[in-house]
C-alpha cells in the first residue's frame, strides 16, 4: 500500500502557470521576462524562468544619437544581443529623392558633421525581414551650438515655474491644515460674518415698509374716513 501511495504521489503533475512581462521596448525588437506564477522553488510565488525576444511596431520615428560631439556623431540602429544576429541597412535620405544606401553594414554610425543637416534612417532585418527602422538628424556643428546655447534659459523657465508651483502647494496645505486645527473659530467668525450682513438687510426692508405705508396717497385715507362716518350714521 505504501508503495502504491508513493507512485501515485510520483505520478502527479505539477501545473505550472507562466506570464509574460513587459516588453523593454516600444518598438522594434527587444526582450521580456517570461515569469512562473506556480511551481516556483522555495514556495515563492513568482519566479523568472527566461528571457525571450519580444516586438513591437516596425517604425521607430525619429531617435536620439548614441553619443556626439561638435565633429562627429555617433548613431545606433535598434538591435538586441547579440548585435550580429541582425542585418543593418543604412541610407542616407534625400529631399524628394530616391535615398542613398550607404556600405557600412554594422550597427553603430559614425557621422562627421557637415555645412548642411543630414538625415539618416537605419532598417535591422532578420532572416530577411525589417524588424525595425529608426531614422536621425545630424545637425551642423552651428545648430547644435545654438541649440546647446537655449537649454540653459529653457531650463531656468521651467525650474522657476516648477518652484511657483511646490510653493503654491504647500501654501494651499498650510491654509487647509489651519483650518481644519481652527475650525471652530473660522466657523464662529464667518457665523459673525454672516449675521452682520443680515441686520442690514433686515433694517432696509424696514425702511422700505415705512416708506411704503407714508407714501399713501391722501384719496385713500379719506376714502377710509369716508366709511367710517357712513357706519356710524347708520
Known amino acids: ?29 527587444g526582450i521580456r521576462e517570461v515569469i512562473l506564477t506556480n511551481g516556483c522553488p522555495g ?34 540602429c535598434v538591435h538586441t544581443t547579440p548585435a550580429n544576429r541582425f542585418k543593418y541597412v543604412w541610407k542616407l535620405l534625400r529631399p524628394e529623392q530616391q535615398p ?47 541649440k546647446r546655447s537655449r537649454r540653459p534659459d529653457t531650463d531656468a523657465v521651467l525650474v522657476f515655474v516648477l518652484t511657483i508651483g511646490v ?19 473660522v466657523k464662529s467668525f464667518w457665523g459673525a460674518k454672516a449675521s452682520a450682513t443680515r441686520i442690514p438687510s433686515e433694517r432696509t426692508s424696514l425702511k422700505r415698509k415705512d416708506s411704503a405705508s407714508l407714501d399713501r396717497s391722501p384719496a385713500e385715507t379719506t376714502g377710509h374716513d369716508d366709511d367710517a362716518l357712513s357706519e356710524w350714521n347708520e
Open 1 to 29: 500500500m505504501c508503495l502504491c501511495a508513493l507512485c501515485l504521489v510520483s505520478n502527479v503533475k505539477v501545473v505550472k502557470e507562466v506570464e509574460y512581462g513587459m516588453c523593454t521596448v516600444t518598438c522594434g525588437v
Open 43 to 76: 514556495g515563492e510565488s513568482k519566479c523568472v524562468v527566461r528571457v525571450e525576444e519580444c516586438r513591437g511596431p516596425v517604425d521607430c520615428g525619429w531617435g536620439k544619437p548614441l553619443s556626439e560631439s561638435l565633429d562627429s556623431v555617433r548613431l545606433a
Open 100 to 146: 542613398i544606401i550607404l556600405v557600412n553594414d554594422s550597427a553603430i554610425l559614425e557621422v562627421h558633421r557637415q555645412i548642411h543637416p543630414l538625415a539618416f534612417e537605419c532598417d535591422t532585418l532578420d532572416n530577411n525581414e525589417i524588424v525595425a527602422s529608426i531614422k536621425f538628424t545630424v545637425y551642423t556643428s552651428n545648430e547644435l551650438q545654438m
Open 167 to 185: 510653493v503654491m502647494c504647500i501654501f494651499v496645505i498650510f491654509v487647509l491644515i489651519f483650518i481644519i486645527i481652527n475650525w471652530a473659530a
